[in-house]
């Protein structure tokens, strides 16, 4: 089966300028942070300037300020990285799309290109999530895993542009890796959700804690809340995507279920997940300890795709990492 | 005696009750979790019994404690049944009462009004410039999909109690539920299933389902012992693969016949064109092609000039290049004398390239497409030792007997197809070409259908659970009094959300606005 060598060719090049443009986004995203005031401390400077005899009227909430001009300077670079972001995300589905166009198949056949797939589903995951709840002060905390992720792929675990084994030869490739994908890229952003979930938390019992980072982020019950939809979402497209991978299973190793490795760490994950769902459920377990589950979810997962497929030799051993 | 009894009976509720309470099943379902995982890190028997022995003898007592411990065997070990088992009777405890309860509420009218509706989670209020009437009516109305029921209330106003998402604990049930059934179809195909190993070469080779001794390996279900396995006959009758220029492999096709059912009376064959990904079902059973190689053809011509020739598959060593290593056996001819019998067995045994490449002597491969196909075999003669009663893998020769010297190697040597080889007692061994085998799987598992249909709902089920909420609002319209601004008649709007409060918020904003305007749109 041909490959489109040029295709290929400009596949990798849209991927290595994504990851460029994903830093250079996340610089500015950084600069933002930098540059905005904590809550707290705006709510100061504003009581020192009330107190000093302006008869400043304050309207809620952070975008009202500061009021001098239109936009300020933060609010402009952070507006910029989103661009930027926005760009990265184009050239990246490129990547993934000109991929998909040279090997003639779904752009999801070996590691590398999973990785990148999974990355992608989470950068767009993101950004909406980010347009509908006006998240973007957080992006560079996601966007920071991300590029390290595309950067391990386009090094450690690349490999060119080719056609698949016989065992990927089938429509399943198309359904179960890509709701595995889309699935696993959302539960990713709902770990990271409970990760500065339990930043913020501590803060807000203790301000001394985490004070730096955690008082910037949106408040705790916001990130529970993200936390807990998209957990909603992914749980049960992970479950349709389980399901699938048995069928699949079924029709090329023999069995629709047989303890390997993968299967066993799905569902160890799965069954991880359930105990998120139940706690929240379950008076006393609210709160910190379902965040600290979800969290243990979101490790079983990056284990399952890393160690499983990079360490142990199982049945979904098609890195293709030589 | 009676305090004896009423003292057990204590116990055994008070069992019930910690076994079947959310957080022993949370802490259950922890157990579950991390005993699955030890699974995922050793190696297991079912899956790689080589692998469990390699790792036995470089682990020394670690090894041989966790093998106490049966951590090879994960899935079936006692702790783990042991959790799922109990997980099992605490998914069943919690689940009976609930059912009752469902049941009773799917025909139970929404609760009673609470007399303050400003203490709910959600509130709203407002007069409009209609009658109470008119207005429990467009309520009525606008809360369409809705169980709902009016009440008369003291001081001549009215009330509805409203509730929708019943749905999400059906779905609930059904989750669980269906989880049971998963879980004991699957528990039941164990029992019943099995799954045999068997490399056919494809040169017209047949294979019967019609015993355990068919196979090369063959792992029965606990209720199979092998007698009354599915009748049906395999015949390969040729294998093609093609594989990228990286030696990759691209396609595998086998093109079989198959017969079952009442072909076998009548000796009609049917074709398949076996794939990977493609398996053929017939007769209740699934043969899969699960992996080829290479089966060299030896023919040995002995002293008194008689021939026998052999095709025995050399399983790959390698599965990029395919380089395979295996042995071909053969007894002398004519031989009825035991003693002599063993002095003259002749064992081939070596690599197989299909693409050779030399370093020096020693063969490789460099392509898995038989090219260039090339043999490097040590030819031994003497005792095989496969009368001895003990078993030993037929892909080598019984290294005891050639440390014993009654296995003694004559030649080693390097064959193209058509060459030939002299023993110094005449006997001639030529390699005459390389036929390629199929690796065949026949599995059958009587429930796999039941855990997909289970599986389907608990999917079904999961989605309504996560889905639906399950919420409640109250509407009070009541005469306005003396003292109160604006229209004649109060709306009061209260909600609550049953069960995870995550984004009732906006329903409620968005439907008590409607309500107070005390019309129907």
């Known amino acids: ?322 | 005696m009676g305090a004896k009894i009423r003292d057990l009976l204590a116990f055994l509720r008070n069992t019930w009750r910690g076994l079947t309470a959310m957080r022993t099943a949370l802490i259950l379902l922890a157990l579950l979790a991390l005993g699955a995982l030890p699974g995922a890190l050793l190696p297991q028997r079912q899956l790689n019994q080589f692998k469990v022995t390699q790792y036995l003898n470089e682990h020394g007592w670690w090894g041989s404690l966790l093998d106490r411990l049966q951590f090879f065997d994960v899935y079936s070990s006692v702790w783990f049944s042991a959790i799922y088992f109990l997980l099992f009777i605490s998914l069943v405890g919690c689940l009976t009462p609930r059912t009752f309860e469902y049941l009773r509420q799917s025909t139970a009218k929404p609760v009673i009004t609470p007399r303050n509706l400003a203490r709910l989670p959600h509130h709203a209020r407002g007069t409009v410039d209609l009658d109470v009437d008119q207005v429990v009516e467009a309520s009525r109305k606008r809360l369409r999909g809705w169980r709902t029921v009016v009440r008369e209330e003291e001081d001549g106003g009215r009330s509805i109690s409203a509730e929708r998402g019943y749905l999400r604990e059906t779905g609930n049930l059904v989750f669980h539920f269906a989880l049971l059934g998963l879980v004991v179809s699957f528990a039941i195909g164990k029992l019943f299933s099995y799954d045999g190993q068997v490399a056919v070469v494809a040169n017209g080779t047949q294979f019967c389902n019609s015993g355990v001794l068919s196979y090369d390996e063959f792992h029965p279900g606990l209720k199979v012992d092998g007698t009354q396995l599915d009748p049906f006959c395999v015949r390969v009758n040729s294998f093609a693969a093609t594989y990228l220029p990286t030696g990759q492999a691209d396609k595998f096709h086998a093109d079989v016949d198959y017969q079952s059912g009442e072909d076998l009376a009548t000796g009609t064959w049917r074709p398949y064109d076996l794939q990977v990904n493609s398996p053929l079902r017939t007769a209740g059973d699934r043969v899969y092609l699960l992996g080829h190689g290479y089966a060299p053809v030896f023919t040995v011509t002995f002293p008194n000039g008689e021939q026998r020739t052999k095709v025995t598959p050399w399983p790959p060593a390698d599965g990029t290049t395919l380089l395979s290593s295996g042995t071909t056996t053969f007894d002398p001819p004519d031989t009825t004398d035991q003693g002599e019998l063993r002095k003259h067995q002749i064992a081939i045994t070596g690599l197989f390239a299909p693409t050779a490449a030399y370093q020096g002597t020693v063969l490789s491969s460099q392509y898995p497409a038989p090219n260039d196909p090339a043999v490097a075999v040590d030819v031994y003669q003497g005792d095989l030792g496969n009368n001895s009663g003990l078993s030993h893998n037929l892909n080598s020769i019984d290294q005891s007997m050639v440390d014993q010297g009654r296995l003694v190697k004559k030649v080693r040597k390097n064959l193209k197809p058509g060459e030939e080889v002299k023993l110094e007692d005449g006997t001639k061994i030529r390699f005459d070409k390389a036929e390629q085998f199929t690796q065949l799987q026949v599995s059958h598992d009587p429930t796999q259908t039941w855990v997909l249909v289970f599986a389907v709902l608990v999917l079904v089920g999961l989605a309504g659970s996560l889905a639906i909420k399950r919420r409640r609002v109250w509407v009070r319209v009541t005469p306005a009094g003396e003292d109160e601004p604006g229209g004649r008649t109060v709306v009061e709007v209260g909600g609550l959300a049953r069960t995870d409060q995550a984004g009732y918020g906006e329903e409620f904003t968005r439907l008590a606005a409607e309500l107070l305007t005390g019309k129907d749109t």
């Open chain 1, 1 to 322: 089966m041909p490959v489109n060598e040029t295709l290929a060719r400009y596949s990798d090049w849209a991927y290595a300028s994504a990851v460029v443009i994903y830093v250079l986004a996340m610089a500015f995203y950084l600069v933002e942070q930098g540059m905005t005031k904590p809550k707290r401390q705006r709510e100061r400077e504003l009581v020192i300037a009330v107190a000093s005899g302006g008869e400043t009227v304050v309207t809620e909430g952070p975008r009202a300020l500061p009021p001098e001009r239109g936009i300020s300077r933060a609010e402009r670079i952070g507006r910029m990285g989103m661009a930027l972001n926005v760009l990265g995300v184009l050239l990246h589905g490129a990547a993934v799309l000109l991929r998909g166009l040279a090997t003639e198949r779904v752009p999801w056949g070996n590691m590398y290109e999973y990785d990148s797939a999974i990355c992608l589903v989470a950068v767009v995951t993101w950004l909406v999530l980010a347009r509908k709840f006006d998240l973007r002060r957080l992006s560079a905390f996601v966007l920071l895993p991300i590029v390290i992720l595309l950067f391990l792929g386009g090094t450690a675990l690349y490999s060119t542009a080719a056609p698949v084994q016989p065992a990927l030869q089938s429509y399943w490739l198309v359904i179960h890796v890509s709701v595995i994908a889309v699935s696993s890229g959302m539960l990713l952003v709902a770990g990271v959700a409970s990760v500065l979930y339990l930043l913020r938390n501590a803060h807000e019992q203790n301000p001394g804690r985490f004070a730096r980072l955690a008082a910037r982020l949106p408040a705790a019950d916001v990130l529970d809340r993200l936390a807990y939809r998209v957990t909603v979402l992914g749980f049960p497209l992970f479950t349709f995507g389980v399901i699938c991978g048995a069928i699949w299973a079924e029709s090329a190793w023999g069995r629709f279920w047989g303890w390997d490795p993968k299967e066993t760490c799905a569902f160890v994950a799965w069954v991880v997940y359930a105990i998120y769902l139940h706690a929240r459920a379950t008076a006393g377990w609210r709160g910190n300890r379902a965040a600290v589950i979800n969290v243990v979810a979101w490790v079983v997962m990056v284990f399952n795709l890393f160690f499983i497929n990079l360490v142990t030799s199982g049945l979904h051993s098609y890195a293709g990492v030589a």
